[in-house]
Antibody, heavy 118, light 112 residues
Framework: QVQLVQSGAEVKKPGASVKVSCKTS????????VSWVRQAPGQGLEWVGW????????NYAQKFQDRVTMTADTSTTTFYMELSSLTSDDTAVYYC???????????WGQGTLVTVSS | QSVLTQPPSVSAAPGQKVTISCSGR????????VAWYQQLPGAAPKLLIY???KRPSGIPDRFSGSKSGTSATLGITGLQTGDEADYYC?????????????FGGGTQLTVL
């Protein structure tokens, strides 16, 4: 069955970077892309961006354009999201989700809590 | 401020029916298919409806979706206490090139 297993919780200081991984199994990696979606405490869902498992192409939300990097490693079927210049506003649970289409996030990882605190 | 507009909360008694609305614009709901997600407390979101009205395997037919113009609606019949969750609509917005994914602010369902 389709599985997306994310790395564990992180605590970072303001100004630092964080890299979250999303290990996938149960489907052909190169046939799908993954979106990253975040959820601040008590808030709704916010799309961060997308990365292709086929060729590593990316599409980032304008808000994160200059400080997010998403990559895909076909050898380990793992997707990565790195967010830099962290502030307390970046404290959130970050989810990876396999995309069924541009409009549909079909399967979700369990989430990774990133806490930014001095 | 979310791109798609949902009511913050809805409630109904067990066994009853409830609907959740999702309002957008031509660039998002008007020109693209809508999906709905259920997020139980402390859990990751789960796909409930895709392409406006299709259910993934395993989702009971108590859940239904529809779209008209720039609005979409999720319907849940035969409410159960286990349906208490946050529900989000989502779609693609093609106002920019490339486009981007958008979500509603979420609706908390209480089964009284």
């Amino acid at each position: 069955q389709v599985q997306l297993v994310q790395s564990g919780a992180e605590v970072k200081k303001p100004g630092a970077s964080v890299k979250v991984s999303c290990k996938t199994s149960g489907f052909t990696f190169s046939s799908y892309g993954v979106s990253w979606v975040r959820q601040a405490p008590g808030q709704g869902l916010e799309w961060v961006g997308w990365v292709s498992g086929y060729n590593g192409a990316t599409n980032y939300a304008q808000k994160f354009q200059d400080r997010v990097t998403m990559t895909a490693d076909t050898s380990t079927t793992t997707f990565y999201m790195e967010l830099s210049s962290l502030t307390s506003d970046d404290t959130a649970v970050y989810y990876c989700a396999r995309d069924k289409s541009a409009a549909v996030r079909e399967n979700w990882g369990q989430g990774t809590l990133v806490t930014v605190s001095s | 401020q979310s791109v798609l507009t949902q009511p913050p909360s809805v409630s109904a008694a067990p066994g009853q029916k409830v609907t959740i609305s999702c309002s957008g614009r031509t660039s998002n709901i008007g020109n693209n298919d809508v999906a709905w997600y259920q997020q139980l407390p402390g859990a990751a979101p789960k796909l409930l409806i895709y392409d406006n009205n299709k259910r993934p395997s395993g989702i009971p037919d108590r859940f239904s979706g529809s779209k008209s113009g720039t609005s979409a609606t999720l319907g849940i019949t035969g409410l159960q206490t286990g349906d208490e969750a946050d529900y989000y609509c989502g779609t693609w917005d093609s106002s920019l090139n490339p486009g981007f994914a958008v979500f509603g602010g979420g609706t908390q369902l209480t089964v009284l």
